[in-house]
């Protein structure tokens, strides 16, 4: 674990064990939450996070997150201002910025994805896309930039174009 970070909590078996002297305000809560286990050359350098739960934020390098559930953001490197909730919610993201993705398995797939709102059990899960919303069980699951998915499994089977607005069920 570091010695040099500043103002940080590790509570866990291994949480931030890889963290290094530039983090600081961070919280990691779980066994290897925000731990860094394959870490970047030099170690984990993110700051401000907050992670709670099994290898939450495991491979984090970002700034800003709140990842919350088992394997939530487990592979952001540089993404920031993230909030995911869920269970591998968010667990593919890797420079993706400003998203929430609340529920089980939102948003999981993405690794790029920015500026989205997903809200459901699996809604956005297969989703590159930035600036779109899902709400709904599996809502927008692999959702188009820009477009909207209201109720469960709307645009289920959307994967091109943009400026979609889908609302009701599948």
């Known amino acids: 674990?570091?010695?040099?970070?500043?103002?940080?909590?590790?509570?866990?078996?291994?949480?931030?064990?890889?963290?290094?002297?530039?983090t600081g305000q961070n919280t990691f809560i779980g066994n290897c939450a925000g731990s860094g286990?394959?870490?970047p050359a030099?170690?984990?350098?993110?700051?401000?996070?907050?992670?709670?739960?099994?290898?939450?934020?495991?491979?984090?390098?970002g700034d800003r997150n709140v990842f919350v559930g088992m394997d939530s953001g487990w592979c952001n490197t540089t993404g920031h201002l993230n909030t995911f909730i869920g269970t591998f919610a968010g667990q593919q993201n890797l420079v993706g910025l400003t998203n929430t993705f609340i529920g089980a398995f939102s948003g999981q797939s993405g690794t790029c994805s920015t500026y989205n709102t997903f809200v459901g059990y699996a809604a956005g899960a297969?989703?590159?896309?930035?600036?779109?919303v899902a709400?709904?069980?599996?809502?927008?699951?692999?959702?188009?930039?820009?477009?909207v998915f209201i109720g469960s499994k709307a645009g289920y089977a959307n994967t091109t174009g943009g400026l979609n607005t889908f609302v009701g069920f599948n």
């Open 126 to 132: 297969a989703s590159n896309t930035h600036y779109s």
């Open 1 to 22: 674990i570091s010695t040099s970070g500043v103002d940080n909590i590790f509570i866990g078996y291994r949480a931030g064990v890889f963290s290094n002297s530039a």
């Open 37 to 39: 286990i394959y870490p």
């Open 42 to 61: 030099g170690g984990c350098d993110g700051y401000g996070n907050t992670f709670l739960g099994f290898r939450s934020g495991l491979y984090n390098d």
């Open 135 to 147: 709400i709904g069980d599996e809502a927008g699951r692999n959702s188009a930039t820009s477009s």
